[in-house]
């Protein structure tokens, strides 16, 4: 199972790493793929999450969701 999120305001590799770090520290995340230049997240999953619980993890990291596919 995987969650594909567009991640705004991250500019450089300090960004992508607090996204990681704060995505990678939820529950049942397995796996987190940034691509920087567009902000494309993915979040690979080993159980089924609340796309909420994802949210709030970028939101406290200091970033911003702008779309979930």
Same mark, same amino acid.
């Given at each position: !199972? ?6 705004? *305001? !991250? ?11 704060? /995505? *990678?520290?939820?529950? *049942? ?7 920087l230049t567009? *902000?494309?997240?993915?979040?690979? /999953? ?7 619980? /994802? ?5 406290e990291a ?8």
């Open positions: !199972m995987e969650t594909v999120m567009y991640v705004e *305001g !991250m500019t450089c590799k300090h960004c992508k790493m607090r996204v990681e770090k704060g /995505l *990678g520290g939820v529950s *049942g995340v397995k796996t987190v793929t940034i691509d567009t *902000g494309k997240t993915v979040v690979e /999953l080993k159980k089924t999450l609340d796309t909420q619980v /994802l949210i709030d993890a970028v939101k200091g970033y911003r969701v702008s779309k979930v596919e």
